[in-house]
Nanobody, 116 residues
């Protein structure tokens, strides 16, 4: 079992910044992928960014150059971060942390609202 706890969402004006964090604890696999997804109202959940346990990253085209994903590996806990800069109203969504190792887990989601 892996537990995911997210934090850092909120309300920000366009052009501002937010930092999301996710703490993954429990049975962490040595090889895993963690990522951030988002879901806006009446839209499908979409990938924002991924990072492997080896540090390779992948970003959605819509966030390249503005968002940065990172991770800190500790014993039995992985801290995942998403630094979001130059936020736009279209970034408004619920953001979910995801862990993929021997199993697949999702966080509870955190709301990000960007006002124009």
């Amino acid at each position: 079992q892996v537990q995911l706890v997210e934090s850092g969402g909120g309300l920000v004006q366009a052009g501002g910044s937010l930092r999301l964090s996710c703490a993954a604890s429990g049975s962490i696999s040595s090889t895993n992928v963690m990522g951030w997804y988002r879901q806006a109202p009446e839209k499908q959940r979409e990938l924002v960014a991924l990072i492997t346990s080896g540090g390779s990253t992948n970003y959605a085209d819509s966030v390249k150059g503005r968002f940065t994903i990172s991770r800190d590996n500790a014993k039995n806990t992985v801290y995942l971060h998403l630094q979001m800069n130059s936020l736009k109203p279209e970034d408004t969504a619920v953001y979910y942390c995801r862990y993929v190792g021997s199993n697949n887990y999702w966080g509870q989601g955190t709301q990000v609202t960007v006002s124009s």
